[in-house]
């Protein structure tokens, strides 16, 4: 028996690192529908604020809200990829070790 095929969950966890890392830089790509509309929403809010001479307290509140969204969203994806990725190579050892034990000697 080779080692577990882990290969295509290696790779979903190392892409869902990368949207991680660019919501973190506050990029817009990463982001689905729902909260791109969020942020795109706070940007509107504030900036109308802004030029009308008002304090944005409420869009910068609203903007934040909803990249702490899209930045825990990424992290239960990560940690759901990783707990995935530990049952496969769990279940893999433990084929290994039932066709070890039930060998002719």
Excluded: F
């Excluded at 890392?21 to 729902?34: C, H, K």
Aim: no cysteine.
């Amino acid at each position: 028996m080779g080692k577990p095929d882990t290969r295509r969950l290696d790779r979903e966890i190392h892409k869902t690192m990368r949207k991680l890392d660019a919501v973190r830089d506050r990029e817009m790509w990463p982001l689905d529908s729902r909260e791109r509309r969020a942020v795109l929403a706070g940007l509107a809010g504030g900036s109308y604020r802004v030029l009308r001479g008002e304090a944005p307290t409420r869009a910068e509140r609203k903007l934040e809200t909803a990249w702490n969204a899209a930045e825990t969203r990424l992290v239960a994806e990560i940690a759901a990829l990783t707990t995935e990725r530990q049952r496969v190579v769990n279940e893999h050892a433990k084929a290994k070790a039932a066709k070890k034990s039930s060998g002719w000697w």
